[in-house]
């Protein structure tokens, strides 16, 4: 695919080492007889674990998540409550815009598709052997949503300056509580479902919104706002958010480009705007931008370029939902910044699920 970009040699990764502390960890109702090792722990415990126990513990949670043995018997209520405690604190301590250098692989939404993000690791080579940046929505209308953001997860953690993780309308609570994810953890883990599900949400609210890929590519999951006037305004975005309605933050997780209009609309969806190709090419001009990359579209071939290549949709749930026939891709970013594009074709039966799952 074309070379779209341009070589820029400030390449940095600004995340602070800086580990500020999270809080997890409701104690359990009394009535329910856990046994101790099912017992969610309290703050302190976790706080006590050395970062080379950390590191031993999500080695582990790596193999227990791809040895596709089904995570619900895999992974305790107690282990997932210790990533989304280390997962939060690592979200704290790191920009709000996380920069990133090339080479790196940009993916899109992933919406529970555990076995096509399996293909697409498959492909572009499994953390830390390629670096990755994705753009959000991994929970929701797909059947293995924990596995999804799980196994993310701890590659963040295990590898945090190789795969970097943005937050997508999907990880917002009234969208998760509603499109498949609290289900999901209430029927996986019945007991401690409410616990679960609270850290989540606690956990994506200090999710990084945007990035930016060697000075030159930003990156989001939905895209631009009337409420973006510097570069400075999404380093500043306020954590822990949960991107209430006509904010920043909202459009950034929900806007759409529209092709045949200029400037700003409302949006289709009833939330947030649809914006004209005349507002890329500003944002490009104005920060000095050579593309802009987001998700949050089905696109048939997996990516779609708008507005003379300068904003590309990228879509990674191939044959999505089991509805659409739709290629998945992966935005391809190399050390020269040249973008080019990995292509997943629509899978009849989706590959490696870790439980007996009929096709879709
Ligand atoms: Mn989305």
Not at 1 to 9: E, G
Not at 72 to 82: A, C, D, Y
Not at 139 to 168: A, M, P, Q, T
Not at 237 to 254: H, Q
Request: proline share 4%; with cysteine; glycine share 6%.
């Amino acid at each position: 695919m074309t070379a779209v970009v341009q070589k820029n040699s400030k390449h940095r990764i600004s995340d602070s080492k800086d580990v500020k502390d999270g809080k997890v960890g409701k104690e359990k109702n009394s009535k329910e007889d856990a046994s101790l090792d099912e017992r969610p722990v309290r703050e302190k415990d976790y706080t006590a674990c050395s970062e080379a126990e950390n590191k031993v513990f999500v080695e582990k949670m790596i193999l227990n998540i791809l040895s596709c043995k089904g995570l619900s018997k895999q992974l305790s209520s107690n282990e997932i409550l210790r990533l989304l405690f280390l997962g939060k604190r690592l979200f704290i301590s790191q920009a709000r815009m996380v920069e990133i250098e090339a080479p790196v692989r940009i993916c899109g939404d992933t919406h529970g598709q555990y076995g096509d993000l399996i293909r697409l690791f498959h492909k572009g080579g499994f953390p830390p052997k390629s670096n990755y940046l994705f753009l959000g929505d991994y929970v929701d209308r797909g059947r293995h949503s924990l596995e999804v953001i799980l196994l993310l997860l701890c590659y963040k953690l295990r590898f945090e300056r190789n795969i970097f993780l943005l937050r997508g309308n999907h990880e917002c609570a009234h969208i998760n509580f509603a499109y498949g994810f609290r289900d999901e953890i209430g029927h996986r883990k019945p007991r401690d479902a409410c616990v679960i599900y609270n850290e989540f949400k606690e956990m994506f609210n200090v999710m990084p919104l945007t990035a930016i890929v060697g000075s030159r590519i930003l990156c989001m999951h939905g895209g631009l706002s009337p409420r973006l006037n510097t570069l400075d305004d999404l380093r500043k975005m306020p954590s822990p958010t949960e991107a209430a309605t006509d904010s920043l933050e909202m459009d950034i997780l929900w806007a759409d480009p529209m092709n045949d209009q200029t400037g700003f609309k409302p949006s289709l969806r009833g939330a947030s705007v649809s914006f004209g190709p005349d507002v890329v090419s500003k944002i490009c001009k104005d920060f000095d931008l050579d593309l802009i990359v987001r998700a949050h579209q089905v696109v048939q071939d997996g990516f779609e370029f708008f507005a003379n290549r300068r904003l590309v949709t990228i879509f990674s749930a191939p044959h999505y939902c089991g509805q659409f026939d739709n290629s998945g891709s992966m935005c391809v970013v190399s050390e020269g910044l040249e973008v080019s594009f990995d292509i997943l074709r629509p899978a009849k039966i989706e590959a490696q699920l870790p439980r007996g799952v009929t096709p879709k």
